[in-house]
């Protein structure tokens, strides 16, 4: 099946820091990237949608400055986490879809964001 | 808005035991339904789905039945296993055929042999 890689899968950074994770479409073309975010206990909450070539849309209440979202191939989205705070701590997970196929999205394993 | 409520777990069972993880979901329209599982150290995987009233996904030996009288969705399977030991995830798309997907908190089973 599709695989989708997802690093690195534990960051711990201090406070001011910016991180950058990396989502890979390994064996398809991802036209939709998502990145969401989960606190313990909570659900996957959507953070933005991003698009090969185009600016990501952001959900409501994400700040777009703080997460930085990039597309820039149809095989790669990253996410970067600016001027990381303590409260920016929490697990960090992305999917892609193949445009054919929108009902399935394909997951990374997950990042544990750990800021001091 | 729409949200989807899940049973809290943990879920602990012995192998061969009977399972059944409740979902209910609020949506405008009629969204698509789903069980999403992610074992130790992977993403999330499909597991089954459901678009439209009374249809019932299935994989694996996990079914769901999608109920919009009562809008729910609850994952049943009728002998768990040691490997099916993961963190199940409901999920719902947004009616219009969005691949935005809203989804409950998890919930993780273990099975023990």
């Known amino acids: 099946g599709a695989v989708v890689s997802q690093h690195p899968s534990r960051v711990i950074c201090k406070s001011g820091t910016s991180?950058?994770?990396?989502?890979?479409?390994?064996?398809?073309?991802a036209t939709t990237m998502f990145w969401y975010?989960?606190?313990?206990?909570?659900?996957?909450?959507?953070?933005?949608?991003?698009?090969?070539g185009?600016?990501?849309?952001y959900e409501q209440g994400v700040e777009k400055d703080k997460f930085l979202i990039n597309h820039a191939s149809l095989t790669l989205s990253t996410l970067t986490v600016t001027s990381a705070h303590p409260e920016d701590s929490s697990f960090y997970i992305c999917s892609a879809s193949r445009s054919?196929?929108?009902?399935?999205?394909?997951?990374g394993s997950g990042t544990q964001l750990s800021v001091l | 808005g729409n949200s989807v409520t899940q049973m809290e777990g943990p879920v602990t069972l012995s192998e061969e035991a009977f399972l059944t993880i409740n979902c209910t979901y609020t949506a405008t329209g009629y969204p698509s339904l789903f069980w999403y599982v992610q074992y130790p150290g992977e993403g999330l995987q499909l597991l089954l789905?459901?678009?439209?009233?009374?249809?019932?996904?299935s994989n694996k030996g996990f079914e769901a039945t999608y109920r919009k009288e009562t809008t729910s969705f609850h994952l049943e399977k009728g002998s768990v296993q040691v490997s099916d030991s993961a963190?199940?995830?409901?999920?719902?798309?947004?009616?219009?055929?969005s691949e935005k997907l809203v989804f409950g908190k998890g919930t993780k089973l273990t099975v023990n042999p």
């Open chain 2, 49 to 57: 789905k459901a678009t439209k009233a009374d249809d019932k996904g």
């Open chain 1, 100 to 107: 054919a196929d929108w009902e399935k999205l394909f997951f």
């Open chain 1, 37 to 52: 975010r989960q606190f313990p206990k909570q659900s996957l909450m959507l953070m933005a949608t991003s698009n090969e």
């Open chain 2, 87 to 97: 963190v199940y995830f409901c999920a719902l798309s947004h009616p219009g055929g």
């Open chain 1, 19 to 29: 991180v950058k994770i990396e989502c890979r479409s390994l064996d398809f073309q």
């Open chain 1, 54 to 57: 185009s600016k990501a849309t």
